[in-house]
């Protein structure tokens, strides 16, 4: 195709989106809301977004499904014969979903998986009854997240004033779910540019599963952190003694695999919040780094930790090549476990996660489970 004929068709594309989404007239509404109360800035109207929504979901129980729950519920709501248990599980979340007793959230996870499918109907499906249960909330993106926990845990180590929900924010909606990010319009005035700032606030913050899976030429983003951690992790067990070490030993050198793939996104942060100071940097890091390392804290950077422990239970124990993917189903859990009520996946997780010696359901206080009968033993005692 020329380039031309190319960019007309993608014009088209994009046109036939917003047409369908009605794009172009949300758009008109927000520049109106805002051009009436001018007095907030972006960033202040973001941090209130995410407090209205922390203040919606405290009260709820939330439980995260994987995607092979959220396909069988796609599959009743097409057919409702299809499967009489999860017809029970699809009536009872809507009837707590009607009663605004709980929230299924999304993940980065879950929506690349979502992409995964090609049947364009079952795809569209999907991200229908994930909007509808969800309501949009989002778990926040996995190297966003840690980086929060990052700041919490220095916080807490050197007595600081713990910070609250809108600066350090676990919940976020579906249109950021790969992360927060602004947009900045340079060729406008300061004032302008602050309210279509906050326009494309809102964009996103109400952007559905459903719209952002059908956005023309959609990519997933490609994750050169999980290609990087697949390489150390097969050069690890490449470099294995035998017999193994104990598992505290090889949880320990996934620990330090991890931290060292995220030390260009957690340094920083300390060298942030400790003002930039050089004198007594190294033995600050060792306080703030030794806890996570040792394992001696859990909940310091609990999104890491599920992973080294998931990464040293199940893969050191497979005699296969490690591959990227893998982190894609470790990080279900670690999105999940430290933030929701309960976490319903396949039974092969779900006996790794809450037996020895990763215990993490008593570690998190998360019910953890996988047969469709748990999932409606544990709705039933909500009601």
Same mark, same amino acid.
């Given at each position: 195709?020329?380039?031309?004929?190319?960019?007309?068709?993608?014009?088209?594309?994009?046109?036939?989106?917003?047409?369908?989404?009605?794009?172009?007239?949300?758009?008109?509404?927000?520049?109106?809301?805002?051009?009436?109360?001018?007095?907030?800035?972006?960033?202040?109207?973001?941090? *209130?977004?995410?407090?209205?929504?922390?203040?919606?979901?405290?009260?709820?129980?939330?439980?995260?499904?994987?995607?092979?729950?959220?396909?069988?519920?796609?599959?009743?709501?097409?057919?409702?014969?299809?499967?009489?248990?999860?017809?029970?599980?699809?009536?009872?979340?809507?009837?707590?979903?009607?009663?605004?007793?709980?929230?299924?959230?999304?993940?980065?996870?879950?929506?690349?998986?979502?992409?995964?499918?090609?049947?364009?109907?079952?795809?569209?499906?999907?991200?229908?009854?994930?909007?509808?249960?969800?309501?949009?909330?989002?778990?926040?993106?996995?190297?966003?997240?840690?980086?929060?926990?990052?700041?919490?845990?220095?916080?807490?180590?050197?007595?600081?004033?713990?910070?609250?929900?809108?600066? %350090?924010?676990?919940?976020?909606?579906?249109?950021?779910?790969?992360?927060?990010?602004?947009?900045?319009?340079?060729?406008?005035?300061?004032?302008?540019?602050?309210?279509?700032?906050?326009?494309?606030?809102?964009?996103?913050?109400?952007?559905?599963?459903?719209?952002? *899976?059908?956005?023309?030429?959609?990519?997933?983003?490609?994750?050169?952190?999980?290609?990087?951690?697949?390489?150390?992790?097969?050069?690890?067990?490449?470099? *294995?003694?035998?017999?193994?070490?104990?598992?505290?030993?090889?949880?320990?050198?996934?620990?330090?695999?991890?931290?060292?793939?995220?030390?260009?996104?957690?340094?920083?942060?300390?060298?942030?919040?400790?003002?930039?100071?050089?004198?007594?940097?190294?033995?600050?890091?060792?306080?703030?780094?030794?806890? %996570?390392?040792?394992?001696?804290?859990?909940?310091?950077?609990?999104?890491?930790?599920?992973?080294?422990?998931?990464?040293?239970?199940?893969?050191?124990?497979?005699?296969?090549?490690?591959?990227?993917?893998?982190?894609?189903?470790?990080?279900?859990?670690?999105?999940?476990?430290?933030?929701?009520?309960?976490?319903?996946?396949?039974?092969?997780?779900?006996?790794?996660?809450?037996?020895?010696?990763?215990?993490?359901?008593?570690?998190?206080?998360?019910?953890?489970?996988?047969?469709?009968?748990?999932?409606?033993?544990?709705?039933?005692?909500?009601?």
């Amino acid at each position: 195709m020329h380039t031309d004929s190319k960019m007309t068709a993608d014009k088209n594309k994009w046109e036939q989106w917003e047409a369908a989404t009605g794009f172009r007239g949300r758009v008109q509404k927000l520049a109106e809301k805002h051009r009436a109360d001018r007095a907030m800035s972006p960033g202040d109207y973001l941090v *209130q977004k995410r407090i209205e929504l922390a203040h919606d979901i405290e009260n709820k129980k939330l439980i995260y499904l994987d995607t092979k729950h959220w396909v069988n519920l796609c599959r009743v709501v097409q057919n409702p014969q299809d499967s009489p248990i999860y017809s029970e599980i699809l009536g009872l979340l809507e009837l707590l979903r009607q009663k605004s007793r709980i929230c299924c959230p999304v993940s980065s996870s879950l929506f690349m998986e979502l992409m995964k499918q090609n049947d364009i109907v079952t795809r569209r499906s999907t991200a229908r009854i994930m909007d509808y249960l969800s309501g949009g909330v989002c778990i926040r993106y996995w190297l966003e997240q840690i980086q929060f926990e990052f700041v919490a845990h220095v916080h807490r180590t050197f007595n600081r004033e713990l910070l609250d929900e809108s600066i %350090i924010p676990t919940w976020t909606k579906a249109g950021y779910w790969a992360g927060e990010h602004t947009i900045e319009f340079p060729k406008i005035s300061i004032e302008e540019s602050d309210l279509m700032e906050k326009v494309y606030i809102d964009l996103r913050w109400d952007m559905t599963f459903e719209d952002y *899976q059908s956005m023309p030429d959609t990519t997933l983003p490609l994750d050169k952190f999980a290609d990087a951690w697949a390489e150390a992790a097969n050069t690890s067990r490449g470099n *294995q003694l035998t017999p193994k070490p104990v598992f505290s030993k090889l949880v320990k050198r996934s620990r330090n695999q991890l931290l060292s793939l995220l030390k260009d996104h957690l340094l920083p942060t300390l060298v942030a919040l400790r003002g930039g100071s050089a004198f007594g940097f190294e033995n600050d890091l060792r306080v703030v780094l030794d806890p %996570i390392y040792e394992g001696r804290d859990p909940n310091a950077l609990p999104s890491m930790e599920i992973v080294a422990g998931l990464d040293t239970a199940i893969a050191f124990e497979l005699t296969r090549i490690v591959q990227a993917n893998d982190m894609l189903d470790f990080l279900h859990a670690a999105q999940a476990l430290p933030y929701c009520d309960a976490l319903f996946c396949d039974n092969f997780m779900a006996q790794k996660m809450k037996n020895r010696p990763l215990e993490f359901g008593k570690i998190y206080e998360t019910e953890i489970g996988s047969r469709p009968e748990e999932i409606v033993a544990y709705l039933n005692a909500l009601n």
